[in-house]
T-cell receptor, first 114, second 112 residues
Framework: GAGVSQTPSNKVTEKGKYVELRCDPI?????LYWYRQSLGQGPEFLIY????????DSGLPNDRFFAVRPEGSVSTLKIQRTERGDSAMYLC????????????FGPGTRLTVL | DQQVKQNSPSLSVQEGRISILNCDYT??????FLWYKKYPAEGPTFLIS?????DKNEDGRFTVFLNKSAKHLSLHIVPSQPGDSAVYFC???????????FGQGTTLQVKP
């Protein structure tokens, strides 16, 4: 079956602009996660959805970052007033039920803020 | 504070030999550990996992060992193949939070 998909694969924007990154999880997976990976580092947790609700958003760096999952499937990560420091690979993962389940990652969106 | 550490940024081995990748953690609440492999421009691919109630899990050429008293785990790949060349991430989670905590990664190069 289809894995996790993310669009766009690459996004280049200017400082101060608004961006949206989309994640389409594996069908039937109730848990969805967003991570951010900077060069030379491991992925860092941003936010975790169980169904439509954010179960844990403790990793969002500040209030410029927001994510939604209105129907419990596709999720959108939204970044307002982008800064150069937001440049990173944004990864989405899903798992069948959350908790201790294995998380399966998408290919990521490479965000570059000029 | 880095809760999961991979202290070797890189490792180079000869094809056919054993590759051993190491990972240390500090949080005793972690109850599940995973290894992911990542190729450039791709997302991490799940490789193998181990529950904290076990000390070994094997899947083909890949074996993960867990030493809870030392808070240490390792991934053994034998025999190593050139296609195994990638960045390997160790990750840990506590099932009551669900979020993965990753190490910094180790770049493995398997030479033909």
């Amino acid at each position: 079956g289809a894995g996790v998909s993310q669009t766009p694969s690459n996004k280049v924007t200017e400082k101060g602009k608004y961006v949206e990154l989309r994640c389409d999880p594996i069908s039937g997976h109730t848990a969805l996660y967003w991570y951010r990976q900077s060069l030379g580092q491991g992925p860092e947790f941003l936010i975790y959805f169980q169904g439509t609700g954010a179960a844990d958003d403790s990793g969002l760096p500040n209030d410029r970052f927001f994510a939604v999952r209105p129907e419990g499937s596709v999720s959108t990560l939204k970044i307002q007033r982008t800064e150069r420091g937001d440049s990173a690979m944004y990864l989405c993962a899903s798992s069948p039920s959350g908790g201790g389940g294995t998380q399966y990652f998408g290919p990521g969106t490479r965000l570059t803020v000029l | 504070d880095q809760q999961v550490k991979q202290n070797s940024p890189s490792l180079s081995v000869q094809e056919g030999r054993i590759s051993i990748l190491n990972c240390d953690y500090t949080n005793s609440m972690f109850d599940y550990f995973l290894w992911y492999k990542k190729y450039p421009a791709e997302g991490p691919t799940f490789l193998i996992s181990i529950s904290s109630i076990k000390d070994k899990n094997e899947d083909g050429r890949f074996t993960v060992f867990l030493n809870k008293s030392a808070k240490h785990l390792s991934l053994h790949i034998v025999p190593s193949q050139p296609g195994d060349s990638a960045v390997y991430f160790c990750a840990a989670l506590s099932s009551n939070t669900g979020k993965l905590i990753f190490g910094q990664g180790t770049t493995l190069q398997v030479k033909p």
